[in-house]
């Protein structure tokens, strides 16, 4: 192979390897702190959810930016931490209630992953109502 196609492997496999271990270290994978299989096979398996939930992200963020110019502000973190103030909180009486800023910025970016407001708020009543014992 000719230098720049071994660059281009050698680039994509670092790639790789930086996301995982910013990915590893970001969900408290660096150390297991655990005391069984199953804990450590839970742990895992929530890092692959997690891997797959970043990849998502990291796709929707590339087609946010070949349509904007704000870069800084559709970075994979910048999504993680916009889509972090969208919340679901426990009133009393077992009542649940979708807390979200649903800004310019939000709705963009679930639009780019194929998510509305209205999924966001039907999944939020179902899970109320399955919680107080109603089945679908």
């Given amino acids: ?9 050698y680039h994509a496999r670092d790639s790789i390897e930086t996301q995982y271990i910013f990915m590893k270290s970001e969900i408290g994978l660096e150390k297991y702190h655990t005391g069984s299989d199953e804990s450590i096979d839970g742990k895992q398996f929530v890092a692959f959810i997690a891997g ?5 992200l990291t796709l929707a963020s590339k087609e946010i ?25 426990r009133l009393p009486g077992n009542e649940y209630t979708l ?4 800004g310019s910025q939000a ?12 999924k966001i708020e ?6 109320s109502l399955q919680i107080k014992g109603h089945s679908f």
């Fill in 99 to 102: 807390m979200m800023n649903f």
């Fill in 1 to 9: 192979m000719d230098t720049i196609e071994a660059y281009r492997i």
């Fill in 107 to 118: 709705n963009n970016i679930l639009t780019h992953l194929g998510i509305s407001k209205k």
């Fill in 52 to 56: 797959i939930i970043r990849n998502e």
């Fill in 65 to 89: 930016l070949e349509e904007t110019d704000h870069g800084d502000w559709y970075s994979v973190p910048a999504l993680i931490k916009e889509l972090a103030d969208i919340r679901i909180k």
């Fill in 122 to 127: 039907d999944y939020v009543l179902k899970q």
